[in-house]
């Protein structure tokens, strides 16, 4: 399905109000579908690899996670003493044979991650007592706050849960940053190619939620040899165009002329929104 949306060919739906609308704003507007379709996909990652990111994104060194056994998704637990809401439903639930980790997912564009919705995700997890002699995480990703205010809810989250081991918060974008990390083999391990292939799709789903997945830095800009540029510089004159000779020049000889008429052309064809940017920090 989400090749069928990424290539255009997955069509369009009937909306409440009667409206068309299509599987792309669809699949950008559920957090179900984005968790499917990027952790879906990391049960499937090479141990070494899974290892590297869930250590990454909850900030440890232990455990290893280089022992994953199954990822449940959406899973439904009974919350005792909670007149609200009796059945707790946390978005993912990664087991390794040595840790457990709870996921709540939120896209770019959805609702905000809130401290109440952890806890009882992690109170009812706790009292189900599944697994309960392994150590238990808890991770949520996408639409955090501010990161003193993650650091206080993940100090209420450990005094309020004992047999919580740790807990942390990401906004996406660290989240692909480190995908694309791994892409261009700049973290500790290798993937291998079956792990390329599947960061690959998970970048691409990633676009869908304009996410940066290019692996651009302003350092990328500043070791890149170019030549010095003043005020002066020819290139920058935007002087008239010459008359066109009554003879074809030769092939090979003609020179392109540039002018900012000819950079202006081309920033207005790649436009690049403050909402592109925004989007990167969610």
């Given at each position: ?19 068309s ?5 669809v699949?950008?507007?559920r ?23 869930m ?27 909670n ?13 390794f ?7 709540e ?24 007592e599944?697994?309960s ?13 501010n990161?003193?205010?993650v ?11 004992e047999g ?21 083999g ?13 960061i ?17 830095s ?29 003879q074809?020049a030769?092939a090979g ?10 950079l202006?052309?081309?920033t ?15």
């Amino acid at each position: 399905m989400l090749q069928a949306i990424l290539h255009g060919k997955a069509g369009r739906i009937d909306g409440d109000k009667g409206q068309s609308i299509s599987w792309r704003e669809v699949f950008k507007g559920r957090e179900d579908l984005m968790t499917a379709a990027v952790f879906g996909r990391f049960a499937y990652l090479s141990a070494p690899v899974q290892a590297t990111l869930m250590q990454r994104w909850l900030g440890v060194t232990e455990p290893a996670f280089d022992d994953f056994e199954q990822i449940d998704f959406w899973p439904s637990f009974s919350l005792a003493n909670n007149d609200d809401r009796n059945r707790v439903e946390p978005d993912a639930v990664l087991n390794f044979a040595s840790a457990t980790v709870i996921l709540e997912i939120k896209p770019p564009e959805g609702g905000d991650q809130y401290i109440d919705q952890w806890q009882r995700e992690i109170a009812s997890y706790l009292q189900a007592e599944e697994r309960s002699q392994l150590p238990l995480y808890f991770l949520a990703i996408g639409r955090i706050p501010n990161r003193v205010t993650v650091l206080q809810w993940c100090d209420t989250l450990k005094q309020d849960n004992e047999g919580l081991s740790g807990s942390n918060a990401l906004a996406w974008q660290p989240v692909i940053n480190d995908i694309l990390a791994l892409d261009k083999g700049t973290l500790a391990c290798e993937p291998n190619q079956q792990d390329k292939r599947i960061i690959a799709d998970i970048l691409h789903a990633a676009r869908l939620y304009q996410l940066k997945t290019q692996a651009y830095s302003w350092q990328t800009l500043l070791d890149h040899p170019l030549p010095r540029l003043s005020l002066q510089q020819a290139l920058l004159q935007d002087t008239p165009l010459t008359k066109v000779s009554a003879q074809p020049a030769r092939a090979g000889t003609a020179k392109p002329l540039r002018q900012w008429r000819d950079l202006l052309a081309f920033t207005a064809s790649h436009s690049l929104s403050l909402k592109d940017i925004n989007t990167w920090n969610k």
